[in-house]
């Protein structure tokens, strides 16, 4: 139970392009959805906060008018990157907390790379 | 706001040896501290965790250490093997957030 589907799992996409990222919970309810950004080698670094029916809570420093998030429905939250760039080429996952007290489960993870 | 440090960065061990990777925090709130490995490319995936009422919790080969007043909890592997070999990444609650540490890239040589 508590599956988190991400798709696309990779994406190349040109400068200045945008790029939609889905994460859909297939078994439960994702009324908070996490998007994190990791680069190679590092840790994953919380972006924003989606709660369904709400606007995003966005980390300091994370530009929300380039990292739009919709949370329209409890099964889908999605992250759109708008004009990528080559520094946006990152892995972006998402994680969605089920059944209270700290049940986090992760999507899969998109590979972006802007050329 | 919460900081999670993770030490050591990079460990390599002999198969069979323990492992041990430790980590302090920074929010006296934060009450939930999960350990994830993840494998190149892939999700990460939760090996143990603990909550701030516990001081040690042991699942077979692994266990986590919590010490509320220091504000740190250390990850423990016995007899490793080298399918152990990933980045391992300990995190700490903020509210429902999820703070990662810096990550650890655990070597295990047969």
């Known amino acids: 139970g508590a599956v988190v589907s991400q798709h696309p799992s990779r994406v190349i996409c040109k400068s200045g392009t945008s790029v939609k990222i889905e994460c859909r919970s297939l078994?439960?309810?994702?009324?908070?959805m996490f998007w994190y950004r990791q680069f190679p080698k590092q840790s994953l670094m919380l972006m924003a906060t989606?709660?369904?029916?709400?606007?995003?809570?966005?980390e300091q420093g994370v530009e929300k008018d380039k990292f739009l998030i919709n949370h329209a429905s409890l099964t889908l939250s999605t992250l759109t990157v708008t004009s990528a760039h080559p520094e946006d080429s990152s892995f972006y996952i998402c994680?969605?907390?089920?059944?209270?007290?700290?049940?986090?489960?992760f999507g899969s993870g998109t590979r972006l790379t802007v050329v | 706001g919460e900081n999670v440090e993770q030490h050591p960065s990079t460990l390599s061990v002999q198969e069979g040896d323990s492992a041990v990777i430790k980590c302090t925090y920074s929010d006296s709130a934060s009450n939930y501290f999960p350990w994830y490995k993840q494998e190149l490319g892939k999700r990460p995936q939760l090996i143990i965790d603990i909550r701030s009422n516990v001081g040690e919790k042991k699942d077979q080969r692994i266990a986590v250490t919590l010490n509320k007043t220091a504000k740190h909890f250390s990850l423990h592997i016995t007899e490793t093997q080298p399918e152990d070999s990933a980045v391992y990444f300990c995190?700490?609650?903020?509210?429902?957030?999820?703070?990662f540490g810096t990550g650890t890239r655990l070597q295990v040589f047969p």
């Open positions: 078994d439960f309810q994702a009324t908070t």
């Open positions: 995190a700490a609650s903020k509210g429902d957030k999820l703070i």
């Open positions: 989606s709660n369904e029916g709400s606007k995003a809570t966005y």
């Open positions: 994680s969605a907390l089920w059944g209270g007290r700290h049940g986090y489960t």
